[in-house]
Structures are given as C-alpha cells and as structure tokens.
C-alpha cells in the first residue's frame, strides 16, 4: 500500500511543481485512459487464461449485481440521513463558487463502453490467441501498468489546484456526501459478502471501489484473487449504469446532496453531465468534489481491508 501512495504522492508533487514537461502535464487526461486501457486489458487476460473463472462468468454478475444494487440503497440511505441531520444549518456553498463545466465531458456512456470493451478484448485474446505462458509476466507487467496509472492520476490531481480551492471553499460540509457514501457502501460490501460467502472484508473492499471499476477491480485482482476482482469490476460497472439510469428519477424525489450518493466516485468525471443536468444550481461542484475524495480513498480502502481479510 506504500508503494501506491508513494506513486500518487509523488505524481501530486510534481503536478502542483509543475516540474514536468508542459506537454505531458497537458496530456494528463489521456495519459491515465491509456494507462487504464492496458490495465484492464491485462486483467481480461488474466481471466481468459484462467478457465475456472470463465466457467464461474454467470455466477459472478450475478454476486456483482447484488453488491451494485445493495451499496447504492446504503449510501442513499446514510447520505439521506445525514443531509436530514443538518438539514436546519445546510447550505450548499457550491452555489457561490465556480461552477463545474460540464460540456466538455463525454457522453456518460462513452467511457463505460470503452472501459467494457479493453476488458472483453482482454479475454478474448486470452482465450483463442494469447499462450498460457503469458500468465507468468501479468503480474509484473500489470504493477507497472498499476503504478504508473495512479502516478498520473496524482500528477493530474496536482495539476488541477482550482480543485482544492473549492474543496477548502465548501467548508465541512463537502464531506457529509462522501462520508455517507463511503461508510454505506463499505458496510453494504461487508455485509453483502458475508451473504454471498466472502469475509467482511473481502466484502468491504468490493464496496469500497465506490464506482471506480477499472481501478478497484485490478487492484483486488493483483492482492486477493481473479474471482473477487471480477466481481468487483463488473459491480462497479453496474453501479455506474444504474447511477446514470436512475438519477433523473430521483431528482425530484431526495434531498440535493442524496441526489449525488448514488454514483460514488463516478460523480467527478462519468455521472457528472446527467446529475448537473437533473440537479439543483451548484449541485454540478458537490458531486464533483465527492468523486474526488472517494477517487482518493480507493487506493488506500481497498488494499488496506484486503490486509485485513488475511
């Protein structure tokens, strides 16, 4: 876990330096897509090559869909309870601040069918093409692919200083939403796992990718097992797709930060667009900062549960 805040921290450093060439850092953006790409390319490889996991596919989207489906209700759940807790003091500063521009950002599916189809290619090359010798250098070829990636998300973090102003500029409140999101979907996973035959932990860690697929699933994959990091990605796939089919559905019917629980750290980049369309003014800077801090926490959560399950 060292090493992987090691990489973020030091991507941070140089972003906010601005010590790298102008060209990368205006690049970064892309950088992590690539990154990413081969990521999941590597571990579609991997369950490819592996023909117990091929033959156990049904069963795990099934287990996914339980873990996407129950972490979504917990975190609306405690997002909506604390928004009612403070309810008499609430007032979302974001309405003062720059707002998010959404324009620029791809259509919410796009990223998804891009993220879907480097994992399928992945195991189609590992089932008709790739030799099973390959097996043997993924993992090392998958840790630099890993730590690379999560170096140019620190270094874009770095990069993005307006971020962190208007995460001081929102005050404690910025933190009821992700707050609430973590611990639902964290004590959701726990107990979801348990039910499905997982440990706690085991459980805890898929709750706490919070979303983020292509990350959470290769990292459960490289400390834990195939099995669990399959399930793992394909839960936060479909908590995504839920996200963005249900979002519209909800905006009038929960409070405006509940309105953001629902997609956890997708909320800075993918699910973005569709909740600043169906939410309240300033609602766009809220989800945004969620997904940033729970983008953060993936990297430390889900190692860190993962030890635990040990």
Request: charged residues 10%.
């Amino acid at each position: 876990m060292a090493t992987l805040l090691g990489c973020i921290a030091f991507g941070v450093f140089l972003g906010w330096k601005k010590l790298l060439p102008e060209k990368i850092m205006a690049n970064s953006g892309r950088i992590i897509t690539v990154a990413i790409m081969f990521l999941l390319i590597t571990m579609g490889l991997k369950i490819g090559l592996d023909k117990q996991t091929i033959n156990n596919l049904g069963r795990y989207g099934l287990q996914a869909f339980l873990f996407a489906f129950i972490t979504i209700l917990f975190s609306l759940g405690l997002v909506a309870l604390l928004e009612k807790m403070f309810a008499q003091e609430l007032v979302i500063a974001s309405e003062q601040t720059m707002e998010v521009k959404t324009e620029s950002q791809p259509h919410p599916y796009r990223m998804t069918f891009i993220i879907i189809g480097a994992f399928l290619l992945g195991i189609v090359l590992g089932l008709v093409l790739i030799p099973g010798w390959v097996n043997d250098i993924l993992p090392s070829l998958t840790n630099a692919a890993l730590y690379f990636t999560l170096f140019a998300i620190g270094m874009d973090l770095g990069i993005n200083k307006q971020i962190w102003k208007q995460f001081l500029h929102l005050g404690r409140f910025v933190f009821l939403v992700p707050i609430g999101v973590g611990l639902g979907s964290v004590i959701a996973g726990m107990l979801v796992g348990k039910i499905l035959g997982w440990n706690a932990w085991e459980g805890g860690a898929v709750g706490a990718g919070f979303g983020w697929y292509s990350l959470s699933g290769v990292l459960i994959s490289e400390i834990h097992s195939v099995a669990l990091g399959t399930i793992a990605f394909l839960s936060n796939v479909i908590r995504e797709i839920l996200t963005i089919i249900i979002t519209p559905f909800l905006a009038r019917r929960v409070g405006k930060l509940t309105l953001v629980a629902p997609g956890g750290a997708t909320t800075m980049d993918t699910t973005l667009p569709i909740i600043a369309a169906v939410g309240p003014p300033g609602i766009a800077i809220v989800a945004f900062i969620n997904g940033f801090i729970l983008s953060s926490l993936v990297p430390i959560l889900v190692p860190l549960l993962l030890r635990l399950s040990i």
